[in-house]
């Protein structure tokens, strides 16, 4: 981590970085992932897969991935993670087997088991970790009051329910939907407040910079839209990508956006404020789903079966480091992960 973490970083020293960056990379996974996690120490990261299983990975600031748990119990493919906001041992799954499950992954067990109307296809929980919301195929949206793990309200929305996202300041929820809108409600009342529509098209997801100050927007047409929460109003949008955004992520300063698509094979990170483009990951396949860690510059995401980690700065960047264990533990890729600068797209500035 050469990049200060204190003081707003220069395009050119984040060019420079994320160049000299690597990967980790490891399987553990029978079948794809489809969603990651860091816990809120940024000690382990979590996965979920179509196998049914959820894997917790340890992971070492010198590029060394762990296999340290598996938890089992769903009987359908899982969907969502989260981890408990301030407890790095509490982790919460959702499945198509129609259950929550909250896990205690130091003992290694499930501690409660909460059956849903439908399949959750997306969950958020409040920054004092007191309300868990979720949203289904049905379209239904469920809060939870999580220190009794009993239902307190549903309400069937008329548009599809995409990706739900709790405010820093606790103070309101945004919900992403199908009719290119971001519905904002109130919490702890989960009442309307307004919403806004921010782009063509369906939004796919949401979510906000650590001080609450932008709110990131993702599409089905590719577009990335940054808005400021004092204005209400857009100030950038970026459409280098191609295929639909599947998720995005803030960096621990708020200073950089990772986007990744359905398509493209490519991870995209920009400036929040100018919307420049930084540095383009390459994958091999779709991104499901991508994370960064609460407190350094390391990015997280899943390929197929694997878990990959990019930010590992290289002392040597001519060698390549190699796992000399099994799939369950690994270091840097063979690879290094350079920019990609040659593809179509820009980035505007709203005013």
């Known amino acids: 981590q050469t990049m200060s973490s204190g003081k707003r970083t220069s395009h050119w ?39 049914a299983s959820v894997r917790v990975w340890q992971v070492s600031r010198n590029g060394v991935v762990r296999d340290t748990v598996t ?89 599809n329910v995409n990706e739900i996202a709790f405010h820093p300041s606790n103070k309101l929820v945004a919900i992403a939907l199908g009719d290119g809108r971001v519905e904002f409600q109130s919490v702890p009342e989960f009442k309307q407040l307004k919403s806004l529509h921010v782009h063509p098209g369906t939004v796919m997801t949401v979510t906000f910079d650590p001080k609450g100050d932008y709110m990131i927007t993702g599409g089905a047409a590719g ?17 280098r990508m191609n295929g639909m955004i599947s998720s995005v992520s803030v960096s621990h300063q708020g200073q950089f956006v990772a986007a990744g698509s359905m398509t493209d094979h490519y991870i995209d ?57 099994s799939s369950s533990s690994s270091s840097f890729s063979s690879s290094s992960m350079t920019s990609s600068s040659g593809r179509a797209g820009s980035s505007r500035h709203h005013r």
């Open 13 to 51: 020293s984040a060019w420079k970085h994320f160049s000299s960056c690597q990967a980790a990379s490891v399987s553990g996974h029978e079948r794809d992932v489809y969603s990651i996690q860091w816990s809120c120490d940024g000690s382990f990261v979590a996965s979920g897969s179509r196998d």
């Open 71 to 159: 938890l089992s119990g769903h009987q359908g493919q899982v969907d969502r993670l989260l981890w408990h906001p301030t407890n790095p041992r509490v982790l919460i799954s959702a499945s198509t087997d129609k259950t929550i499950r909250v896990w205690d992954t130091q003992a290694r067990k499930c501690t409660h088991s909460i059956k849903t109307k439908g399949h959750v296809l997306n969950m958020a929980i409040s920054v004092d970790a007191k309300w868990l919301v979720t949203g289904n195929n049905k379209n239904v949206i469920t809060v939870i009051d999580f220190d009794t793990k009993k239902i307190v309200s549903e309400r069937k929305h008329t548009s």
């Open 223 to 239: 577009l990335v839209v940054v808005t400021d929460m004092r204005t209400m109003a857009a100030v950038q949008s970026m459409d």
């Open 269 to 325: 990170i920009f400036d929040i404020t100018t919307g420049e483009f930084v540095h383009g990951v390459p994958v091999s396949a779709k991104q499901n789903q991508l994370c960064w860690h609460p407190s350094l510059y390391f990015l997280a995401f899943a390929v197929g079966n694997s878990l990959h980690i990019f930010g590992f700065v290289s002392k040597d960047k001519s060698s390549s480091s190699s796992s000399s264990s």
